[in-house]
Each structure stands twice: as C-alpha cells, then as structure tokens.
C-alpha cells in the first residue's frame, strides 16, 4: 500500500510571497487532514475533510491559508501572503474510517518543510 | 491551553534499559491515546494506543499504561535499543465521526549503545 505522498519536500520563501502544499492520501481514506508542525511543538491540526467537505477549519488562519480537496482526493494547502511565523513543517495525514481509528491513527506523509525569510 | 502535556523535552537513556515516556492531559472526554514515533525528517508513525477504558496495552516492547484518575498515561520500552532513539509524541482523541488528534509537544529519546 503507497503511503501518504507530500511535495514539495522543502520549500524556502520570502515573507509576503505565496506558497502550496500538495497532499495525496492512501487511496480509499475519505478522512484528511493538514497538521503545522513548528519547531519544538507537537502537530497543530490546521483544517480536516471528509471526502471533499470541511470537518473543521477553525484553527486554520483563514486570512492567509487556504485548503480545497477536489474530487475527494487529493488536497492542496495554500498560503499567501507567508509571515515569518509561517515557518514550519506541513503535515498531511489520511484515515480510512472518519475521525480516525483506534488501532492505527492516521498515516502521516513526510511533510514539507517550509522556510520563510 | 494545552491539552495534552509532555513535560519532558527530553530522555536519555542506555541501551537495555527501560524508558519510560510520560504524558498528562486535562480533558477527561478523551477516548482513546496514541503513541507516535518519529525520526528526523519523516512524517510521524503510529506505534501503540490505548482505549479510554483500559488502564493497559502491550505490544512487544512497547507497553502503554493509563491511569484515568491522575489523567496520565506512559510509554515503557523495555529493552530499549539504540533504533528507538527518535521524538515521541503523545495523542489525544474525541469527538466521534469528527473528530480528530490533539498533541502533545513530544519527547526526544536517546537510546546510548
């Protein structure tokens, strides 16, 4: 089974510039998620979807991301205009069953690495 | 306010020895708690969990206890081995078909040979 994909790997920008994330889930994981990781933290949930609705958005800072899952499958995560705050890894994780599973959580890709000067 | 609470940046510990990861949280809706393991520059991987009914969870070496009344779980690795050196998080879950995990801050092991 292919794992999460994520790319790019690394991205380094310049604040105020905009940058994407693109994520491809498990196929068959209706449940996606986009988690901000920053340095010394654990993973912040930024937004999740249930196929191609949003679950929960609230703690994803709508004046400069945005997310959309077309089809249901695979997501991009956008931010414009990027703060120096923004620096961080982008996490993109998939469930098969809604809100996740008992015995096996979710399955994270690799995740983006995003550095803004 | 977090939620879910590692107080311990950081564990050394040598090899053969048992470690022992700690985690507390504050909500008592949680249903169940996750382990995730992760190494530098991959994503986090799911390692054991833990229902919000059960005080205890084995998994070779890995055992997960939770104590429901002091709102506390660990991760005992017995041995450890120089291949679990790596940050371990603790995860929280509530809220049904919507729901989804909160994190703790993690905890860097370091297994010596």
């Known amino acids: 089974e292919a794992g999460v994909a994520q790319s790019p790997r690394y991205k380094i920008i310049e604040k105020r510039q905009s940058v994407a994330f693109w994520c491809n889930p498990i196929?068959?994981?209706?449940?996606l998620y986009w988690y901000q990781q920053i340095l010394g933290q654990g993973p912040k949930l930024l937004i999740q979807?249930?196929?191609?609705?949003?679950?929960?958005d609230s703690q994803l800072p709508k004046d400069r991301f945005s997310a959309e899952r077309l089809k249901g499958v695979d997501s991009t995560l956008k931010i414009q205009p990027a703060k120096l705050e923004d620096s961080a890894v982008y996490l993109c994780?998939?469930?098969?069953?809604?809100?996740?599973?008992?015995?096996?959580?979710?399955?994270f890709g690799s995740g983006t690495r995003l550095t803004v000067v | 306010d977090q939620q879910v609470k590692q107080n311990s940046p950081s564990l050394s510990v040598q090899e053969g020895r048992i470690s022992i990861l700690n985690c507390d949280y504050t909500n008592s809706m949680f249903d169940y708690f996750l382990w995730y393991k992760k190494y530098p520059a991959e994503g986090p991987t799911f390692l054991i969990s833990i229902s919000s009914i059960k005080d205890k969870n084995e998994d070779g070496r890995f055992t997960v206890f939770l104590n429901k009344s002091a709102k506390h779980l660990s991760l005992h690795i017995v041995p450890s081995q120089p291949g679990d050196s790596a940050v371990y998080f603790c995860?929280?879950?509530?809220?049904?078909?919507?729901?989804?995990?909160?994190f703790g801050k993690g905890t860097k092991l370091s297994v010596k040979p």
């Open positions: 979807f249930q196929n191609n609705g949003v679950v929960d």
């Open positions: 995860a929280a879950f509530y809220g049904g078909s919507q729901g989804n995990l909160i």
């Open positions: 994780a998939s469930s098969l069953v809604p809100g996740g599973a008992y015995n096996y959580g979710y399955t």
């Open positions: 196929s068959g994981h209706a449940t």
